[in-house]
């Protein structure tokens, strides 16, 4: 061993040092000319989202959860239309309502449905869950249970983005006394105990609102759904809210803010072209993280009695149901619990993915 | 020389910046600028010094407008941008009506959009004063699209281009994104956005402090050179006499938010009269060692005192060699010593 050698030897282990005795000729190789090319090619930019998207799809984890997503979502648009059972009533067969059809195993047929099949020699669609105490088929049951979950937290991180990035914009941008004032209404939101008021609310505003909603397309999902929309609407910007204002109070500081005054451009389009790209990476994840702990609360109100209105169903309370039958049929807590975290990794998995291609400090 | 090239391009009269700073409960007001005054001709070069947090990148946002200027008066090409209305006697004395009061005129506050085309800014840090999400070519376009400076998409990218070319950057360029670039590229593609309105008159807020002293002296030529080409006016702040001295027809001095020396730059830099100058013309490293051992060195001590608690009388007193009772009376006009070359003293 020569003595210089003898000297890179000396790194601690725990230090954070670089090995220099790994920086032998050996261990670095020739880039070949494609290496190069490559190179080449990744200086050349085109534009933000262009390259945005391209760092995405080489993130396979968040590609396959973007697939999975989706496929989920034409997966729940599209088998209502195929399996022949109804969410909401009981099984019937040859137009009688099949008694015998209550808690039935998975891919069980119940005996009138077999004593029916023996004697057309028709073949009925499986009960691919079986069914659930009410006789009710919980393989659709599960399906509208995800459609109604994911739209829930859908809808409310819509919402939650649409005020908390306006709110936060504004209030971060201009300073001062606007954003003492915005800020220190936060601060009363977000002391609001939510889960009291949400339930309030609820309340209150189901009993308003069920007879304005009569005989539309909302009364299917009830005026507990539509309260718990207008609640997240009230109470969930607040956490967005903040967040955006704090980005954009550290943003503001960037000279580029200044050049742009210093150029002339409009306030507005300041926030449009140097302040809102700049959060977005924020916006995202947080908005993608909202889904999930949207459909969450949902659970929960569900469990109280305060969820969608029965029969319509949703991933928590199906869960919350399953649980007076968690011994005799442990799966009817489990699908719908699997699904939850399905949607919810999924959905964070994105989110990662959004923040690594869109966030160009990282690159 | 005619009449019509005597009239000064910018004129800044008793400026004042104060910043609202909070101390426990009250705020208290932080004098970054306090009371300047200057003129820039067309095509002249004012270089700015004094060392870092004495106001110096105050006083080139102000003027901009980019700080809404807490008093004084500032005048571009015969318009007066702000006014906060104080009135000056002949001395620059403030007027005082019977109760002591400041008198007060009209005051001015003009839309300075118009104005944005004429003055601009170079800023200091070549990183944080361009957007990470924007290509050069959206970048050097921005002022383009705020003032319709085209009228199709082809003319868009035709400026960019030339504007480029101007600062030493070519088409390639154009689209990449700027953390793609050098110190030294960024800072040119900041000076081709300034560049882009056509302006009279650019703000270079220590436009080149960051950069390797190689790519410094390219950067300065090249501002030298746009100001031959296009007859821009610059107010060239630095910390740095070195950097200045080249560039400058004039040169001014800041203490603390106050003017202490103005001359002409070769005046100045070969007869100073302020102690402050003095000072920061022997920090100035001497290449040769046999004249750097005769010359006598003055050596600044202790440190610049918080703007938060300015020294009484004048700004300068706590490290001044030169202070005497006087200097703690009362503060020092900033007189003419003769030639236009002015400074505030009492004992020199
Ligand atoms: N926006 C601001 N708010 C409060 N204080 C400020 C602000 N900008 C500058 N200052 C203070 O004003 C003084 C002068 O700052 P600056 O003009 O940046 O000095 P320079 O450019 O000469 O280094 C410093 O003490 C600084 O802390
Ligand atoms: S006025 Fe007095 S303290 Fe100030 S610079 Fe002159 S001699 Fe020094
Ligand atoms: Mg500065």
């Given amino acids: 061993m020569t003595e210089t050698e003898n000297i890179y030897k000396k790194r601690q282990i725990l230090s954070a040092q670089i090995d220099l005795s790994k920086f032998n000729k050996k261990n670095f190789d020739k880039a070949t000319d494609e290496e190069k090319k490559q190179q080449e090619v990744m200086g050349e930019s085109s534009s933000f989202l262009k390259d945005g998207l391209r760092r995405l799809r080489k993130n396979h984890m968040a590609m396959a959860s973007i697939i999975i997503l989706i496929a989920l979502i034409v997966a729940i648009i599209v088998i209502p239309m195929i399996v022949p059972y109804s969410y909401s009533d009981m099984i019937t067969v040859n137009g009688h309502r099949d008694g015998t059809a209550v808690n039935l195993p998975p891919m069980y047929y119940s005996q009138r449905e077999l004593q029916y099949m023996q004697e057309t020699g028709e073949k009925l669609f499986p009960h691919i869950l079986g069914t659930d105490s009410l006789g009710r088929d919980y393989f659709i049951r599960v399906v509208y249970g995800t459609r109604v979950s994911l739209s829930v937290g859908v809808v409310s991180a819509v919402m939650v983005l649409i005020i908390g990035v306006i709110y936060g914009t504004i209030s971060g941008y201009f300073g001062g006394k606007v954003d003492l004032i915005m800020m220190r209404i936060v601060d009363i939101i977000y002391s609001l105990p939510d889960m009291l008021i949400i339930i309030l609310l609820s309340v209150v505003l189901n009993a308003r609102l069920t007879p304005l909603i009569k005989g539309t397309v909302l009364a299917k999902l009830g005026g507990n759904m539509l309260a718990m929309f207008i609640v997240f609407a009230l109470l969930y910007w ?27 451009t409009p306030n507005g389009q300041i926030m449009r072209k140097h302040i809102v790209p700049n959060v977005l990476s924020i916006i995202i994840i947080t908005t993608a993280l909202q889904v999930p702990s949207a459909i969450f609360t949902e659970s929960y109100l569900s469990f109280l009695g305060l969820g969608v209105n029965l029969p319509m169903t949703s991933l928590g309370s199906l869960a919350n149901d399953a649980r007076a039958t968690i011994t005799s049929a442990p799966y009817r807590l489990l699908v719908p619990a699997l699904v939850i975290v399905v949607i919810v990794l999924a959905l964070n998995l994105i989110g990662d993915g959004l923040r690594d291609a869109f966030d160009s400090k990282l690159n | 020389m005619s009449e019509n090239e005597k009239k000064p391009l910018l004129k800044v009269e008793h400026l004042k910046q104060y910043f609202p700073v909070s101390q426990g409960f009250h705020k208290i007001p932080l004098k970054a600028v306090d009371d300047i005054s200057f003129e820039i001709m067309p095509g002249e070069t004012l270089g700015l010094v004094g060392e870092s947090g004495c106001g110096k990148t105050t006083v080139g946002r ?57 003055m601009q800014m170079v800023f200091q840090d070549p990183y944080s004063s361009l957007d990470p999400r924007m290509t050069v070519e959206e970048i050097v376009g921005e002022p383009l699209d705020t003032h319709h400076l085209y009228k199709n998409k082809k003319e868009r990218r035709e400026k960019v281009l030339s504007l480029l070319e101007t600062v030493g950057l070519n088409a390639e360029h154009a689209m990449r994104y700027a953390h793609e670039f050098s110190g030294g590229q960024r800072q040119r593609i900041g000076i081709a956005r300034a560049l882009a309105v056509n302006p009279s008159f650019i703000v270079c807020d220590e436009a080149v402090s960051a950069l390797d002293v190689s790519i410094q002296a390219q950067v300065l030529n090249m501002f030298e050179d746009l100001q031959d080409k296009l007859g821009i006016a610059y107010l060239f702040i630095a910390h740095d006499l070195l950097v200045v001295q080249h560039i400058s027809d004039r040169i001014a001095v800041m203490y603390l938010g106050h003017m202490m020396e103005i001359a002409d730059a070769d005046e100045l830099m070969n007869h100073p009269i302020h102690p402050y100058t003095l000072s920061l013309l022997s920090a100035i490293p001497i290449p040769d060692p046999e004249t750097a051992r005769h010359s006598h060195r003055i050596i600044l001590e202790g440190d610049v005192p918080s703007p938060l608690h300015m020294p009484t009388g004048c700004p300068f007193r706590t490290r001044c060699k030169y202070a005497t009772e006087k200097c703690a009376m009362e503060r020092p006009p900033l007189t003419d010593r003769g030639n236009g070359h002015k400074c505030a003293c009492w004992n020199r």
């Fill in chain 1, 238 to 264: 607040v956490g967005m809210a903040r967040l955006v204002r704090g980005q954009i109070l550290s943003i503001k500081n960037n000279e580029y803010i200044l050049a742009a005054k210093a150029i002339g």
């Fill in chain 2, 62 to 118: 102000t003027i901009l407008r980019l700080y809404e200027p807490t008093a004084g008066r500032i005048a571009f090409e015969d318009q007066v941008l702000f006014d906060s209305g104080e009135l000056y006697d002949e001395e620059g004395n403030q007027i005082l009506d019977e109760k002591g009061r400041p008198k007060k005129g009209r005051r001015v506050e003009v839309n300075m959009l118009p104005y944005r085309k004429k």
